[in-house]
């Protein structure tokens, strides 16, 4: 019964995503979008992204019982280290970091976005999923390469090997060739176990390439991970938290979130305190906002790995 509720919201939110898609482009073509600033892009980030990972202490709690542990300390400590962990890996090894985080993030995103329409589990689905979510990174490099390669630039990566590995991708067509395998997946998705509410699945398609054709990549990746991916996922939350009440579930989910919402915006208030004294403005904005996601991304991810795996 949960599930069908998640489906019927999805769809419809899916669908006015995809609206506001539109919507947002035709303004795009009418309005100078340069007053979109990478600080605007960050407080979207920090306000409506980050928030939908906030509940990984309550799914934290949940991990330890099955290990039978009950110090929370533990899963804080675990949770940070790993984070620490992955931006020092990315400070030494910038460009390993990156691909590593494009892959997972592929993955991560794919399923995330999907697997509330899906029964099955299979190794097959893996991969799917990672085609399906490659969309997200692939789009940017077809509609917008010189922009994209100035923001992996800006990322600390100074390997020539890895961008002439990308000019490669862009002249041998392997990038059509990645869209077209993710356009693929999505129509597998859609047909395996047809039913209506999978039209979500190309509601979803059409809106990445539409904002990611019309916007930069910096742009059309907050629209997507605000107000497709976080919004998705925090629904899902919301109703685990009352599967009754939609909107009690939003306040109970808004509660619960704002603590770890708070202390996440601080932490990445000093970090771009001390960024700014080395790098430009903007230039430590995009630092803040791809390092971030990768160091928060991998224990995320981690997390909801080890629960489902263990929980099952």
């Known amino acids: 019964m949960m599930k069908i509720k998640i489906k019927k919201i999805c769809f419809n939110h899916s669908f006015i995503f995809f609206l506001f898609c539109n919507i947002f ?41 099955v290990f039978d542990l009950r110090n929370i300390s533990i899963f804080y400590f675990s949770y940070l280290l790993l984070a620490i962990s992955i931006t020092v890996f990315w400070v030494l ?22 697997q509330f329409l899906i029964n099955e589990n299979s190794n097959i689905y893996q991969l799917i999923f990672l085609f399906k979510g490659s969309l997200i990174i692939l789009a940017p490099l077809f509609f917008h390469f010189d922009e994209t390669m100035a923001i992996f630039k800006l990322l600390l990566i100074k390997n020539e090997a890895f961008y ?19 356009t693929l997946s ?9 039913e209506l509410k999978k039209f979500t699945i190309f509601l979803d398609y ?7 054709y019309y916007f930069t990549p910096l742009i059309a990746f907050t629209i997507y991970f605000c107000f497709l991916h976080s ?18 579930g939003f ?29 430009g403005f903007d230039s430590s904005i995009l630092k803040l906002i791809f390092i971030g996601l990768a160091s928060l991304t991998f224990p995320h991810i981690l997390l909801e790995y080890l629960l489902e795996k263990n929980e099952k």
């Open 164 to 182: 002439l590995g990308l000019a490669f991708v862009e002249n041998k067509k392997i990038l059509d060739i990645g869209i077209i395998l993710s």
């Open 231 to 248: 919004i998705r996922h925090s629904i899902s939350l919301m109703i685990e938290l009352d599967d009754k009440n939609l909107k009690n």
């Open 251 to 279: 306040f109970i989910f808004f509660k619960k979130a704002l603590p770890l919402t708070i202390l996440t915006t601080f932490l990445c208030l000093i970090g771009m305190y001390f960024l700014n004294k080395n790098y």
């Open 186 to 194: 999505s129509i597998f998705l859609f047909v395996k176990n047809f």
């Open 93 to 114: 090894f910038p460009a390993t970091a990156l691909i590593i985080f494009l892959i997972v993030a592929s993955y991560h995103f794919g399923k995330e976005d999907t």
């Open 206 to 212: 059409f809106s990445i390439i539409i904002i990611n």
């Open 25 to 65: 482009s035709l303004i795009f073509l009418k309005v100078d979008i340069s007053i979109i600033s990478p600080l605007v892009c960050l407080l979207l980030i920090l306000i409506i992204g980050i928030s939908h990972g906030s509940l990984d202490h309550m799914k934290g709690q949940r991990l330890l019982k």
